[in-house]
Nanobody, 132 residues
Framework: QVQLVESGGGLVQAGGSLRLSCAAS????????MGWFRQTPQVPGKEREF???????????YYADSVKGRFTISRDNARNAVYLQMNSLKPEDTAVYYC??????????????????????WGQGTQVTVSS
């Protein structure tokens, strides 16, 4: 089992940058693929959206098209932490960002794990607001 706590959210102007952190506690952090998702609560019916995922070893990453080239996911298994560096932020990036963990690989062999149901552990979220 793993517990996750996000930090680093805040208010930033369009074009700016933020770095989110997710601290994990529990055993075998390096055995988990780690993902970032986001959700806009004020939009009724909008589900939690995949942002990025990183392999348990750190050797592989996969991104949503909407953030590719602007966001970078990384991890430090020695510190039990995963990060999301967000550059060139846009107002549409405004959301609550969640860190998530799944036991095993980020890739099934035929598809990447990008759905909410693929992940068994979640943090409480951190708000990111991008002003125009």
């Amino acid at each position: 089992q793993v517990q996750l706590v996000e930090s680093g959210g805040g208010l930033v102007q369009a074009g700016g940058s933020l770095r989110l952190s997710c601290a994990a506690s529990g055993r075998s952090f390096s055995s988990y693929a780690m993902g970032w998702f986001r959700q806009t609560p004020q939009v009724p019916g909008k589900e939690r959206e995949f942002v990025a995922v990183i392999e348990w070893s750190g050797d592989g990453t996969y991104y949503a098209d909407s953030v590719k080239g602007r966001f970078t996911i990384s991890r430090d298994n020695a510190r039990n932490a995963v990060y999301l560096q967000m550059n060139s932020l846009k107002p549409e990036d405004t959301a609550v960002y969640y860190c998530a963990a799944r036991w095993g690989s980020y890739y099934s062999g035929t598809y990447y794990h990008t759905t909410v149901g693929d992940y068994g552990y979640w943090g409480q979220g951190t708000q990111v607001t991008v002003s125009s």
